[in-house]
């Protein structure tokens, strides 16, 4: 993940579910042979699968010290809260987990790397900070690129939040090449960089942006694919996270649209 291979420990303190836990449980599921524990001291002794219903035997562990005797080298913050802020009670666990040399891997709108303690902390123990939200430096305006490429466009979109537009996307991908065809996933959201190894959350870019960011990220993967699957995001219904949802409908100019809702 993220330039190498490690030892993940996910931390969910006190939310580790189905539902609370979305990076984590999406890691779990994609990145398994990743993962060696999860932190959540409210679950401590249980295993992934039981609290979450994937992961198998991957254990739960009520702090670092857990996780270290499972050899641990990276924490993951394994939640994508409200605001996009890091609770104020997991700043000590992410100090800790620097000082123990372990780099430190986010998703959120508030980027650690750019907190000075904390960023001095990993500097001087030799470990690192990524923050997978930090928008790119370029900034593309939309010109409708997308709607000449010969690969077939499909964007997943959500009557909702967390209705699993990410999910079906990476689904069909694996269905689609043991098909023998030739489909690319494109992140949008963290837990899908931390999955797929790249892409742009597209929620962190500048709103003029967005368009343009799907839509260089959509002419790249068409290169070579002939089925390009965009994860969709934010809700066609929520009046808080509608933006996102148009602009990918506006950048990758899609030839088709699946509807994910929870029934």
């Known amino acids: 993940m993220l330039g190498k291979t490690r030892r993940l420990a996910l931390l969910a303190e006190g939310c580790f579910n189905a539902t609370d836990a979305k990076s984590a449980v999406g890691v779990l599921r994609y990145r398994t042979s990743e993962v060696v524990a999860v932190i959540d001291s409210t679950r401590a002794g249980r295993t992934a699968q039981s609290c979450a219903g994937v992961g198998g035997d991957i254990p739960v562990v009520a702090n670092l010290d857990g996780a270290a005797a499972f050899d641990a080298d990276t924490l993951l913050i394994g939640i994508a809260p409200p605001g996009g802020s890091l609770p104020a009670p997991w700043r000590a666990v992410v100090a800790e987990a620097l000082m123990r040399g372990m780099d430190v891997i986010a998703g959120m709108h508030q980027f650690l790397a750019d907190d000075p303690e904390l960023a001095t902390l990993a500097e001087a123990k030799g470990c690192r900070i990524l923050d997978v939200r930090r928008p790119p430096a370029a900034r593309s305006i939309a010109t409708r690129r997308a709607a000449s490429v010969d690969a077939l466009v499909v964007l997943t979109v959500g009557s909702d939040c967390n ?4 999910t079906t996307a990476l689904e069909l991908e694996a269905a689609l090449k043991a098909m023998g065809v030739k489909a690319a996933f494109v992140a949008t959201g963290q837990t899908g960089i931390f999955v797929a190894d790249r892409g742009v959350a597209v929620d962190a870019v500048v709103s003029d942006f967005v368009a343009g960011a799907v839509e260089d990220m959509v002419v790249e993967a068409a290169r ?13 219904h929520h ?3 509608s933006g996102v949802s148009l602009s990918l409908l506006h950048g990758a100019c899609p030839d088709a649209m699946i509807l994910c809702h929870q029934a």
């Open 224 to 236: 070579d694919a002939e089925v390009v699957l965009v994860e969709g995001q934010g809700s066609i």
């Open 163 to 166: 209705v699993g537009k990410m």
């Open 239 to 241: 009046p808080g996270y």
